[in-house]
């Protein structure tokens, strides 16, 4: 209802502003729901499922000691490794070499409590007595079944002209 001079009152444009912060905070409410109407109900179950479904991103560090015994290697998971804020393959150990993996990329088994992590790596770069390179998961049992990512491998290589042991970080990101 507009005044003597055309606009609306100002009594009336206050009102107006009630009743739009009142609806949008009731729109609000209504979306929010308790669970209690059939498509709240739904809502809820499907953002469940979905949140359950949605791969988990998680950092991976990866700590092994090496005995590099010529065609089949082994070593040990050394405390320190991780996979996001957990351990990672407490008292795990490993084996592997130059397996059925393309070109130079080298093979290893990673065995842990809970299942096998199987990885691919290239020691590309090599500095002294340093190599590195990227790796990459090949396949996994257990608790790795579902696990793919990837990331980047250091080794740092024993004492004497043909060392027989040494020490790997693998470094990434996978998703389970």
């Known amino acids: 209802m507009l005044d003597r001079s055309g606009r609306v009152p100002r009594h009336r444009r206050r009102s107006g502003r009630l009743v739009l912060a009142l609806t949008v905070t009731a729109a609000g409410l209504a979306a929010c729901g308790e669970g209690d109407t059939p498509g709240s109900e739904a809502q809820t179950a499907g953002s469940a499922t979905s949140a359950r479904a949605a791969p988990m991103r998680q950092k991976i560090l990866i700590k092994t000691d090496a005995k590099l015994l010529g065609t089949v290697d082994t070593g040990r998971v050394l405390t320190g490794s991780t996979l996001g804020d957990a351990p990672f393959c407490p008292g795990g150990t490993w084996s592997g070499g130059h397996g059925n993996l393309d070109d130079n990329w080298l093979d290893k088994n990673i065995k842990c409590p809970d299942g096998t992590l199987r990885i ?29 990512g990837s990331g980047q491998m250091k080794m740092k290589f024993g004492a004497g002209e043909q060392p027989t042991e040494g020490h790997e970080t693998f470094t990434g990101t996978v998703v389970r």
């Open 120 to 148: 691919g790596f290239d020691p590309r770069t090599s500095k002294g007595r340093t190599d590195s390179g990227p790796w990459k998961i090949i396949s996994g049992t257990g608790a790795f079944k579902t696990m793919r």
